[in-house]
């Protein structure tokens, strides 16, 4: 396959964006807590920061989005910027598909936060796809970090890498520990 037909498509909380990093800062102000006091080492859901069902963690979530401008002030993975540019230049082609519309009639400033920091972050795309199901949205190579999305897309046989983070470390390879991992597994992939 030439790579220059070959979609990426790249999930950005988790995988280009620090959304547990920011989350933590935002959750120790949320429940006034010291910020040493929330674990780093965090599973889907974040019962170890005290959320006991989906209606708290909708609630932090939708502050940390409305209040605290989520989705415009995560630092960058790591990596991400200079292996997507790589990936970018040598003719793969950078698909973007979040889900991140999730809160009604906050759509056009959760939109602005993402094109805002997509750029300021330097990070290369071609397209922008706001989805829940990412099954629905096509490409050859998915990066994923969430757990429940990287069993959907394999299941319908999808070639799936699992970037890992502290919620998916029970999800079997392929996963990518860093961003020079994804690099080097969407290299072999055309070869
Ligand atoms: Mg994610």
């Excluded at 609630?59 to 910027?81: C, D, K, N, W, Y």
């Excluded at 096509?138 to 999305?149: C, H, L, Q, T």
């Excluded at 897309?153 to 999800?171: A, D």
Aim: charged letters at 25%; hydrophobic letters at 40%; a negative charge.
């Amino acid at each position: 396959m030439s790579k220059n037909s070959i979609v990426i498509g790249v999930d950005l909380d988790g995988v280009c964006a620090d959304f547990y990093g920011r989350m933590r800062q935002i959750a120790s102000e949320w429940f006034e807590r010291p910020i040493d006091e929330l674990p780093e080492e965090v599973s889907w859901g974040l019962s170890e920061w005290g959320i006991t069902n989906q209606s708290q963690y909708d609630s932090l979530h939708r502050f940390a989005v409305t209040q605290r401008e989520l989705f415009s002030s995560m630092e960058a993975i790591p990596g991400a910027r200079k292996y997507l540019r790589q990936l970018s230049d040598e003719g793969f082609r950078i698909r973007i598909i979040t889900h991140r519309l999730f809160i009604h009639y906050f759509h056009a400033a959760a939109v602005q936060q993402t094109v805002n920091w997509l750029d300021s972050h330097g990070i290369p795309y071609w397209d922008l796809c706001f989805v829940k199901e990412k099954t629905q949205v096509g490409a050859d190579i998915y990066i994923e970090d969430s757990p429940e999305n990287v069993k959907q897309l394999r299941s319908r046989g999808l070639f799936t890498i699992c970037f890992g983070n502290s919620t998916n470390r029970h999800i079997e390879e392929l996963r990518a520990a860093s961003w020079q991992d994804v690099y080097d597994m969407a290299k072999a992939f055309v070869t």
